[in-house]
DNA sequence: ATGAAAGCGCTAACAT
DNA sequence: ATGTTAGCGCTTTCAT
């Protein structure tokens, strides 16, 4: 691959083989690397002129700044180490798809991983995002392994945890406390009469956010007075036909619920069908409350109460942050907490 | 930052500042840099005596080769670009899960970019994607703008476009036929005794398979002798909103529909609520079909006719597709036909 | 099997 | 404002 080297004659440069470089665009525009590199990184710190001069030779050539040679030489990527726990729910795609509205055009990339609430996998997904040297990581939740820790405290830039505040975090905290939510779920469906109630939890072993609503949930019922609400607790996370199982098994026992909360809204829209079949009434016979306000929520027969985290607004707030702390080093994390609501409807 | 230079005294290095090198890890195993990164990148060239004091030299002082360095040396960054529509349904979701499972063991990371159905957003995720000098680089659909193609044919490593197959791939193709999927649908109502057919689409002006599976289903009812099928398209996407709607408009007509399919489980999902609220019976007055297999589909009342997507078939052939071309560079593109299910239910 | 040395393509002092 | 010159931390010929 023959090359032409030193101050080159600026003639365009054969077609073919070989990316072009700075080198290239510099000879053809009659300027150094230099002015080329900072054309593009730094525009106004470039005459006009040069600057005109410089895009035009690199529009003329097909030149793209080789971004792997960029973050090597300046020891920063720009890219953003994004772990979730799954991509399969709404949920955090809602996340991602806000912090990508805001960082993609701000010049970074996402890296994503998933790791199905298991911890260990977390642990490898974020070795492997900080060996990109990335701008920044952003995990789930605010219990991770001691490994995950560790790396996370040793990590060179800033690492937010998101969807759950705790008090002291990492670095930088953005969510809303899923146990206060849990709360105020059982305050809600307490304010409408019911007294025996129960909890159905989606993998909550592993679903530490899911968790902490159960527990949340459990906790106000005690505090108001009620029995200990039953908590059924299954394998899977949010399918419907978890719900529809929970829902049969709640409804056969001696002393069936009043009111059943969700830790998801498929939960209870299993639940939903269910009692369609067996001609149980909802919220006559029994209350049903989900979590995550999904779209159906709003439009099913009968329309869902549920809980609204503020999924996109974690992604924005994480994304601002993000940006603030690149554009001035000199920030420290902080903790946000975005709340959430209680969207009551028929069903509770 | 100091650092001690040269052929150093093999001590530990102090805490703190300044990342370890390969130098670093050379110096203390007594061997040179070259060794070091085979120990790492071609483990059996080297001795296995030496491999066992670089590995150990290396644990020691807690390096992580820095894989930018290690991209730009090599010229391949262990990246794979992967562009979807969206990060909200499962659909892509199940892909990039299935994709990220096998690429990550194998060492590569994702870099995800959505563009909601926007072919200039694709553009330029393209572009940003090919900056990194991705491995590979994967994409949704068979339609991209003319500057997607020209760089994409540009590239210099695998592209692959998922989820439609077309005759001619840019490079490999990995799907099944959305035009067949759709035909497939109204077959089936056709062959349950409906005639009276019609088709809602969810944003079929940009969503391009939604748009070839109402053609397909069109088509078919026209092949089989039928009145042409109304379509009615709706602006957003896959909202049981939209289902609502488009059933109501549907039912309110003067001659309503034997049997109406959906772009997407969850119009078809609307529509179950709304029939339900106006006692409409399903599939008594009027069969449904949807799109997607989602998981409800199988729980609903009644359970919802609909076709499967090889959603995670897809994720896994193109991973190995792909790892198959990374480890044989002489490989070329293929296109894979995946097929499609029509899961027959209680809704038509 | 191992080492020496030359880059990979760019950024960032440091000069001018 | 622009150019010169070191690297960034690896991989990879090419020797030995």
Chains 1, 2 share one sequence.
């Not at 895009?55 to 040679?69: I, N």
């Not at 969700?262 to 001609?279: H, I, K, V, Y």
């Not at 049903?288 to 779209?295: I, Q």
């Not at 709340?339 to 028929?346: K, P, Q, S, T, W």
């Amino acid at each position: 691959m023959a090359r032409a080297k030193g101050s080159g004659l600026p003639e365009l440069r054969a077609t073919g083989g070989g990316r072009v470089r700075m080198e290239d665009v510099a000879a053809v525009a009659g300027v150094s690397v230099a002015t080329v590199s900072r054309a593009f990184g730094k525009p106004d710190s470039v005459s006009p002129e040069l600057r005109r001069r410089v895009l035009e030779s690199a529009e003329r050539l097909g030149f793209r700044p080789s971004v792997l040679a960029g973050s090597l030489a300046s020891a920063r990527a720009r890219i953003v180490g994004v772990v979730v726990p799954s991509l399969l729910t709404s949920f955090f795609g809602m996340t991602l798809e806000a912090l990508a509205g805001r960082l993609g055009p701000a010049g970074y990339q996402m890296m994503v991983g998933h790791h199905e609430y298991d911890l260990e996998r977390e642990e490898a997904l974020v070795a492997a995002s900080l060996d990109w040297s990335p701008a920044a990581i952003v995990v789930t939740g605010a219990t991770h392994s001691r490994a995950t820790l560790s790396a996370l405290a040793r990590a060179e830039c800033p690492v937010v945890e998101m969807w759950e505040i705790s008090e002291r975090p990492i670095d930088a905290a953005v969510g809303f406390s899923n146990r206060e939510a849990g709360r105020a779920v059982a305050r809600h469906l307490i304010a409408g009469g019911r007294r025996r109630l129960a909890f159905v939890g989606g993998a909550m072993a592993r679903d530490l956010r899911a968790a902490a609503r159960g527990q949340g949930f459990v906790e106000a019922a005690l505090e108001a007075g009620l029995p200990e609400p039953r908590v059924e607790v299954l394998e899977e996370r949010s399918s419907t036909a978890g719900g529809i199982a929970a829902f049969a098994r709640l409804m056969d026992a001696d002393e069936p619920p009043e009111a059943i909360a969700f830790s998801n809204d498929f939960l209870a829209l299993g639940a939903l069908f269910e009692a369609q079949r067996r001609g149980v009434r909802i919220p006559e016979d029994v209350a049903l409350a989900g979590y995550g306000d999904l779209e159906f929520a709003a439009n099913s027969t009968p329309t869902l109460t549920t809980v609204r985290p503020p999924h996109r607004a974690i992604g924005t707030a994480v994304a601002d942050h993000l940006l603030r702390r690149f554009e001035d080093p000199g920030a420290g994390g902080e903790i946000i907490d975005l709340g959430f609501e209680l969207v009551a409807r028929a069903s509770g």
